[in-house]
């Protein structure tokens, strides 16, 4: 056993972890001896042992304070992701001990996932009361790197295309047709007849750039001659959407669930869109596993897609699940 790897296995701590990730949060002792609550000579100390222990230097002595030399980054990167597998033992261990079941990290989609998850949360409150979930809102760019360090257990909507997937697994859900919607007052909500280049004198509510809808649709609309004007919304959120087209003539780009609600009816426009979108789905990181209450949310998302399909009389592919094998740990990272 050379001396790097009797360190790691034998020697190497929890507070050596938190050290690093701390030097790499402020970059300064002071503040690093300030928040550990230690003095300034023990900080140092403490990194001098640990590069010692180690054989390598991991941070540069500069005039803007410490900077992670390439073995540092390694080194902090997998702190982080060891110190977070930590606190979710810590998490299920209390759990455990208290008589609940446990907690799921889940991050939203929400253009897609607005009717789907709601639906999944309350059979999973049904099944086990004791099973708490953390839901978090935010685009495909910012949730899969937080899915990939293990902030989150899984990620629900949409799901992205296979090439941004890495060592991510899938299971799809719920294949939603695309469809162009108006609120009921809509002029063209009372047309028996309709052709693209009615479209042309209203404004929209789009997708921001970036996001897995917008340009599928803006092609769409170009091989139609129907220009995108300069009047228009951006956004995600399917509340704002359906409250804009209740008030307004817009029309916007909606999935299938949403779309019916029943609660907030709107206008489906009789044009045919191709499939735009794959289908709405989970996502977990196939290097981590899931845990029993990731599981299991995972069995009441199954539940609700195929409650939703009979509800609104849509076709449903067959349930599938996709392993997709990944091409290196920094493409999933964002890098």
């Known amino acids: 056993m050379s001396a790097l790897d009797w360190y790691l296995q034998i020697n190497l701590k929890a507070r050596h ?10 970059r300064n002792l002071t503040q690093v001896a300030d928040v550990t609550h230690v003095t ?16 390598l230097t991991l941070f540069s002595r500069t005039a803007q304070g410490l900077v992670p030399t390439q073995y540092g980054d390694c080194l902090i990167r997998h702190a982080r992701s060891m110190l977070t597998i930590l606190h979710q033992a810590r998490d299920e261990l209390k ?79 719920l294949e939603e047709p695309v469809t162009l919607v108006t609120g009921r007052h809509h002029p063209l909500a009372r047309r028996k007849t309709l052709a693209w280049s009615d479209l042309r004198p209203f404004p929209w509510i789009l997708p921001p750039p970036g996001s897995i809808l917008r340009d599928p649709l803006e092609r769409v609309l170009e091989a139609h001659e129907v220009p995108l004007t300069n009047n228009y919304i951006e956004t995600l959120s399917v509340h704002v959407a359906r409250a804009q087209l209740q008030i307004s003539d817009f029309i916007a780009v909606m999935s299938g669930t949403p779309a ?14 191709p499939r735009l979108l794959r ?25 609700a897609a195929q409650r939703l399909l009979t509800e609104i009389g849509m076709t449903s592919r067959p349930v599938s699940s996709v392993s997709r094998a990944a091409r290196a740990a920094s493409s999933a990272d964002g890098r």
Not at 40 to 55: H, N
Not at 146 to 154: I, Y
Not at 261 to 272: E, G, K, M, N
Not at 280 to 295: D, K, M, Y
């Open 40 to 55: 300034v000579p023990a900080v140092s100390k403490s990194l001098a042992e640990l590069e010692r222990g180690i054989g």
């Open 279 to 303: 289908p709405a789905g989970v996502l977990w990181n196939r290097n981590r596993g899931l845990t029993p209450s990731a599981q299991l949310m995972v069995s009441c998302l199954e539940e």
């Open 95 to 173: 759990a455990l001990s208290s008589g609940t079941e446990g907690k799921v990290r889940i991050g939203m989609l929400p253009a897609s996932a607005s009717v789907l998850l709601p639906q999944a949360l309350s059979l999973l409150k049904q099944r086990s009361p004791g099973t708490n979930a953390v839901v978090v809102e935010g685009t495909t760019s910012s949730l899969l790197p937080e899915l990939w360090q293990g902030h989150l257990d899984l990620v629900v909507g949409r799901l992205p295309p296979p090439d941004t997937l890495g060592s991510f697994e899938e299971k799809e859900l």
């Open 17 to 26: 972890l938190r050290l690093l990730v701390t030097i790499d949060t402020y």
């Open 260 to 273: 019916h609600d029943a609660a907030q009816p709107l206008h489906i426009l009789s044009l045919s869109l």
